[in-house]
């Protein structure tokens, strides 16, 4: 028989190869034969497991990886959208003046990015804002206790300090500085008010309030004019009892220059020329026998020929009180030239003062009704008025 390794012939009897040693018995052959078999099966195997495990590792690594940074990526942005929102709430309760609540929220966005500066500059900001705004309430209450020089002092500091400050955020407070601005000029003008008698001073300081346009510069210029009107009727009045009517008219056209179309000054100024062209066409005899005949007359006779109605005065913050009624003709004859005479009374009906007003229109027709109004300034404390007399002359 022949070697089934290398083809060399040997003895049947034998069970190994003499030349190259192979093992000649079939079943052992067929055992070599399967062993060979599954020793190549195994290294075929080997060898797939060889290739498949270095592809199979970079791909996990990969996936893992991927999945790292997607959860990376998912939670940062989660993070950044938290911060952003707190940011921008942050903003807008610092634009409404909650800066407790603002900075509440920004530092909670810094824990969450501590590295973020823009997160710490704002927070530094609201606490700058916030400054201000305590050291202007300190201004408020000198503003409240009338010391408008010291006041004036502390805002020209702060003006100094927001000065180079920009931004949103500091708008409204610059403009709340100018707001106490204005309330500092137009409290020391309202101050001064007791001292100025003459309108000359009075106009000076309408000059200076026409330039705030404010309500509380309009309330102190609507006061101021109401003094014109005061003084202006007063000193008209004594020039026309002296029947200097030049000098009365002047006067009069004066006030209305500020109280422009003033129905008070414009009615006394229609007296006046009346009274001035009565005079001068030889017609006061018939006035002055109508005001002796009036003269004459008691009390009630004298206020037979009008009648009340209407009597209002209300008090103001500044210390004046304005004074408004009517009168009714109730004869049968044209009244003209009437002038009310009042008394300023207090709690215990004493008689503090006294003023008086011309009635508008001039002249007053049978059953209509005038009306009068003034302004009188003073007030501090609780006062009555009450009309003591009236005077008009009787159209014949």
Known sequence: MFCHNCGLKVSSDAKFCSNCGANLREEDIHKNDNEIIEGRGMDRNRKKSGVILPLLIPVLAFSLLVGGLGWFYFHETKVNA???????????????????QSKSKLSSAIELRPRYYVLQNNLEVVMIAEELQAEMQDTNALIKDKKFEDAEKELSRLNEKIAKLNGPLFQPIKKELAEKDTMIKVGKINSELDQLKTVDELARKLAVLSAIPSEEGKAVKEQILNRIVQITT??????????????????????LQYAINDKRLLSLKEKIEQTRTEFELAEQERIEKAMEAAAKEDLKNRNAALEVVGLKYVEDDAGGMTITGEVKNIVSKTVSSITVYYNILSKDKTVLDTGFTTVYPYKLPPGEKAKFEDYYYGVFEDVTVEIENMTWLVEE
Request: hydrophobic letters at 35%; zero cysteines; proline letters at 0%.
């Open 82 to 100: 938290k911060v952003i929102a707190l940011k921008d709430s942050a903003e807008e309760l610092a634009l409404e003046g909650k800066y407790e």
């Open 234 to 255: 007063t000193n008209a009045e004594t020039e026309l009892e002296q029947k200097q009517f030049t000098k009365a008219i002047s006067l009069t056209d004066k006030g």
